[in-house]
């Protein structure tokens, strides 16, 4: 709040706009797919809640051999498909990661974002010298940011973000004064 002649008056800050081209490499993105497949969608926990019930019961069999015909097999085919079925699942997703990013030509430009008081804007490759964005965000509508030691993400909708990967300290101190507190997740910390 400003004092002027008597009268209260509030003042808006205005932050200036931070716009970066992006230019993305091998690691950054499989970093990122990573990470929203395992930090931010949690898909982890499905097949690692499969491979504890599977063992578990294979546990269970396990004190049944000698006092049970079969135990002892039942006991190695639960364990096999406990671990199997998930180091399948993990495999077969970063297998999938290698080949997509074989098949993408690292490194090369993604998008242009710009971060502006009224929204988030992205220019995608090929229109980035346009003066319209190619999509643009109002600031209460962005689902959440996460900052990690190499990037900012931000998710425009749940299943949906853009990865900066410069000037990181100012992008997310932008963040700060736009979204609430619970949409931030800073994973440095």
């Given at each position: 709040?400003?004092?002027?002649?008597?009268?209260?008056?509030?003042?808006?800050?205005?932050?200036?706009?931070?716009?970066?081209?992006?230019?993305?490499?091998a690691q950054g993105f499989r970093d990122f797919a990573v990470?929203?497949?395992?930090?931010?969608?949690?898909?982890?926990?499905?097949?690692?809640?499969?491979?504890?019930?599977?063992?578990?019961?294979?546990?269970?069999?396990?004190?049944?051999?000698?006092?049970?015909?079969?135990?002892?097999?039942?006991?190695?085919?639960?364990?096999?498909?406990?671990?199997?079925?998930?180091?399948?699942?993990?495999?077969?997703?970063?297998?999938?990661?290698?080949?997509?990013?074989?098949?993408?030509?690292?490194?090369?430009?993604?998008?242009?974002?710009?971060?502006?008081?009224?929204?988030?804007?992205?220019?995608?490759?090929?229109?980035?010298?346009?003066a319209e964005p190619t999509e643009r965000h109002a600031w209460?509508?962005?689902?959440?940011?996460?900052?990690?030691?190499?990037?900012?993400?931000?998710?425009?909708?749940?299943?949906?973000?853009?990865?900066?990967?410069?000037?990181?300290?100012?992008?997310?101190?932008?963040?700060?004064?736009?979204?609430?507190?619970?949409?931030?997740?800073?994973?440095?910390?």
């Amino acid at each position: 709040m400003i004092e002027k002649g008597g009268d209260f008056m509030s003042q808006t800050i205005s932050a200036q706009p931070i716009s970066v081209s992006i230019q993305m490499d091998a690691q950054g993105f499989r970093d990122f797919a990573v990470f929203d497949v395992f930090h931010h969608r949690k898909s982890w926990v499905r097949p690692t809640i499969f491979a504890v019930i599977m063992l578990a019961f294979a546990g269970v069999c396990l004190s049944q051999i000698g006092k049970r015909p079969g135990a002892a097999l039942l006991t190695v085919v639960l364990a096999l498909v406990g671990i199997g079925l998930p180091a399948s699942y993990f495999g077969a997703y970063f297998y999938s990661l290698a080949q997509q990013v074989k098949k993408m030509h690292f490194p090369r430009p993604f998008y242009r974002l710009e971060l502006a008081d009224d929204a988030f804007s992205i220019w995608m490759v090929g229109s980035q010298d346009k003066a319209e964005p190619t999509e643009r965000h109002a600031w209460d509508g962005i689902h959440c940011a996460y900052r990690t030691q190499n990037a900012v993400y931000i998710y425009v909708e749940p299943g949906k973000a853009y990865l900066m990967n410069d000037r990181l300290d100012a992008a997310w101190e932008f963040l700060s004064q736009k979204l609430p507190a619970e949409k931030l997740h800073d994973l440095q910390k």
